[in-house]
């Protein structure tokens, strides 16, 4: 039957399939194959973790980087380029005495902008040597410098910036020398704008017109006149060296400010040079024929005359130093600054300078009159504030303070550390025996030390004088060289330095070095320094280092400066044993002069090598001095023998230097009854043997016209209370500890 009657060629018995529907599929299969088994279900395949992982960064990376690009672009966009900082026209300092009264002002800002083309070529690439060699092919900014300072500084490689001369030119004319991520930032944003919208040379321009030089120069051209003499335009390539490397440390830099930086500074100058040569801008042999161009004496402001503007430089160093102020923001004014400093007791050290030195002073007919300089500061023991300072004989005319100034070796008045590590370590002689102030030692001339490893050394006494068995405290009366040179050996040159530094004299001090000479003094401490170290001693070992600075306040906001906490630097028995054998040097030894001062006191006299420099060190309870005599001469600036100066044939410690120190500590003490030192000697120390007789020779006689007793007598017995419990404590309740004999049996 054909298909279409409707009918098929199945039997109308046999069951249909059913029929394909919505929810039925049917495909048509060969009877012939078997039934086909569905495969089973495939599941996903699973990510691996890592590539995740990978995902996410990469997507959070992107983020950030859109985060990123946003900021800087909102940033570019909102910061504007603001006019001028106020702070750029630097304002006075005020600087005050302790009790409020007017010490000093600071004067105007010295500064006078000039264009780009009167600057030399030399001296522009001498600046972009030095601070920034890609300018001209950099960017206003370099985020890989940038990172890389911040590294280094987090890293202890030192504090670097990381800015372009575009940067710290925005720091200096736009902004302010604070270091606040505030700040860094706008002077990032501000650092792009100006470089889109200004030339490197106005940049350039801009920036040496701002940039602070020290001397209170702004700019360039008032750096060529303070340091030379001469307009910009007149400096020649060693001298345009100079001024760019002052740009790193102002301060730190001008060699005649300090002269112990010298070594620092001419590295610098050579950093700049050997620069130039490499960038192709100085050819090597003007580069090998360059000589370094020595400044000019500074002339400072004739405001800060006489001593104001020792005490404003002492002030600055101060604060600069410890990090209280940055320096050119110190430098761009507005502060007002209440000094430590007291005007009666100012006012009595530069009269007691005054009668014993200057007033005997006649360079006409003494030539070594000349040569005088004079330096003295005195401490409080008590919070170590710094009360007065001698820093010359005018700060117009000798601008180099000689309070402050390290550069002089500080001769015998070092000895007494080396006994005082004595104490404090317990040392022994070569022998065994404990060292105190009646320990015997051989004081021959020339006598090599025992027990020591490096180049032998056989130190000459004062005057080649041999005083044979001698004990410690009669060594330090007449300053025994061979002595002491053994007892820095006994006790350990290390030990010696170590405890140096601990009464108070810095670990950068020069020519402190750890050998057998360091308890002859070669180290080049400041009068400062060393009244610091004294003003140790006479606080039973307390230190918590000097402060010129009591308060510090600008546009009205207070600025507390830190404050060191007081701590034990060396033992009681350490710094009082000491002070007992230095009475002995006031009351019968080389310092007899100071006994002027009428009452207690213990010190020390000094004397630099080739008498260069001679110092008297001494404290009573209530105030640490130091005086030192130095001889410069006044147009080399070389240091220059005191032979002959003031009408005598030599200058000893005990001489002028212990004079002034007696006149002044009686005026500044005037109307306090007088104390006497409370101390608690060493086992061993409590026994006074009789004074031997005094020595001839410098050293010997420094300050004593005669000996205060007749040779053999006994000398002033220092009166024992002794504690009725058992113990090494003993209380001398006054006279000092005698020099010299045989210890107590």
Do not use: C
Request: net charge neutral; hydrophobic share 35%.
């Amino acid at each position: 039957m054909s298909p279409s009657s409707g009918t098929s060629d199945v039997p109308s018995d046999t069951p249909r399939p059913p029929r394909p529907g919505p929810e039925t599929s049917w495909e048509p299969r060969d009877p012939t194959l078997p039934a086909r088994t569905p495969p089973p279900p495939t599941r996903p395949a699973r990510r691996s973790r890592p590539r995740r992982v990978l995902r996410t960064l990469a997507g959070l990376s992107l983020l950030s980087a859109l985060l990123l690009a946003g900021a800087l672009v909102a940033g570019y966009l909102l910061v504007e380029i603001p006019p001028a900082n106020a702070a750029a026209v630097a304002q006075s300092n005020v600087y005050l005495y302790r009790d409020g009264s007017p010490l000093a002002r600071d004067g105007e800002v010295n500064r006078e902008n000039v264009r780009l083309d009167r600057v030399p070529l030399t001296v522009r690439q001498a600046v972009l040597a030095a601070e920034d060699r890609d300018f001209h092919t950099s960017r206003a900014v370099d985020p890989k410098a940038m990172l890389r300072a911040a590294w280094n500084t987090v890293t202890g490689k030192g504090r670097q910036s990381g800015s372009t001369i575009t940067q710290q030119y925005v720091k200096n004319y736009y902004l302010g020398q604070e270091q606040t991520l505030t700040r860094k930032a706008k002077e990032f944003f501000i650092a792009i704008r100006l470089g889109r919208e200004k030339t490197k040379e106005e940049i350039l321009q801009g920036y040496l017109n701002t940039s602070y030089f020290g001397r209170n120069a702004y700019g360039v051209q008032a750096a060529a006149r303070a340091y030379y003499g001469k307009d910009v335009e007149h400096l020649d390539t060693a001298e345009g060296a100079y001024l760019a490397s002052l740009l790193k440390a102002p301060s730190a830099y001008d060699v005649t400010t300090h002269p112990e930086n010298r070594a620092k500074a001419v590295a610098r100058w050579n950093y700049v040079l050997d620069g130039m040569v490499t960038e192709g801008w100085l050819a090597r042999a003007e580069r090998a024929a360059a000589r370094f161009p020595a400044p000019q004496t500074a002339r400072p402001a004739t405001g800060l005359s006489g001593q104001r503007g020792y005490l404003v430089q002492a002030v600055e160093e101060y604060l600069t130093s410890r990090g209280i102020v940055d320096e050119k923001t110190l430098a761009g004014g507005g502060f007002r600054i209440t000094t430590t400093l007291e005007p009666a007791k100012q006012e009595a050290l530069v009269q007691a300078v005054e009668d014993r030195v200057i007033s005997r002073l006649d360079p006409e007919r003494v030539p070594a009159d000349r040569y005088v300089r004079v330096g003295a500061a005195a401490v409080d023991p008590e919070d170590g504030k710094v009360l007065a300072l001698y820093g010359g004989i005018d700060y117009t005319r000798q601008y180099v303070n000689n309070a402050t100034r390290r550069d002089y070796q500080v001769g015998s008045t070092f000895k007494p550390f080396v006994f005082t590590a004595a104490v404090q370590s317990g040392a022994q002689t070569q022998y065994g025996e404990p060292i105190t102030p009646y320990t015997l030692y051989d004081g021959s001339n020339r006598r090599p030390v025992e027990g020591w490893n490096g180049t032998p050394y056989d130190p000459a006494n004062e005057d080649d004088e041999s005083y044979g068995e001698i004990a410690v405290g009669a060594a330090t009366g007449l300053s025994v060289n061979a002595v002491y040179a053994q007892m820095a050996v006994d006790v350990g040159p290390g030990h010696v330095r170590r405890t140096a530094v601990a009464l108070g004299l810095p670990g950068s001090t020069p020519d402190l070095t750890a050998s057998p000479s360091i308890a002859l003094g070669p180290a080049t401490a400041s009068v400062l320094d060393m009244a610091t170290a004294y003003a140790t001693l006479a606080a039973h070992g307390r230190h918590g280092g000097h402060t010129l600075v009591a308060h510090l306040s600008r546009d009205g906001h207070e600025l507390t400066p830190p404050a060191a906490p007081a701590r034990q630097a060396v033992t009681r028995e350490a710094a009082d044993t000491t002070t007992s054998i230095l009475r002995s040097v006031v009351e019968a030894g080389t310092g007899t002069a100071a006994q002027t001062a009428g009452r207690p006191a213990a010190g020390k006299t000094g004397t630099a090598e080739d008498d260069k420099a001679a110092w008297f060190a001494g404290y009573t309870p209530e105030l640490a001095t130091v005086v030192a005599l130095m001889g410069q001469d006044p147009e080399t600036g070389r240091q220059e023998p005191l032979y002959g100066a003031l009408g005598l044939p030599r200058i000893n410690g005990g001489g002028a230097p212990a004079e002034i120190w007696g006149q002044f500590t009686r005026d500044a003490l005037a109307g306090t009854p007088p104390r006497d030192f409370e101390l608690q000697l060493m086992p061993g120390a409590e026994e006074p043997p009789p004074v031997p007789p005094m020595a001839d020779g410098p050293e010997g006689t420094e300050g004593a016209q005669e000996p205060p007793y007749e040779t053999g007598e006994a000398g002033p017995g220092a009166m024992v209370s002794r504690s009725p419990e058992p113990g090494p404590r003993t209380a001398v309740t006054h006279g000092p500890v005698p020099t010299g004999g045989t210890p107590p049996q």
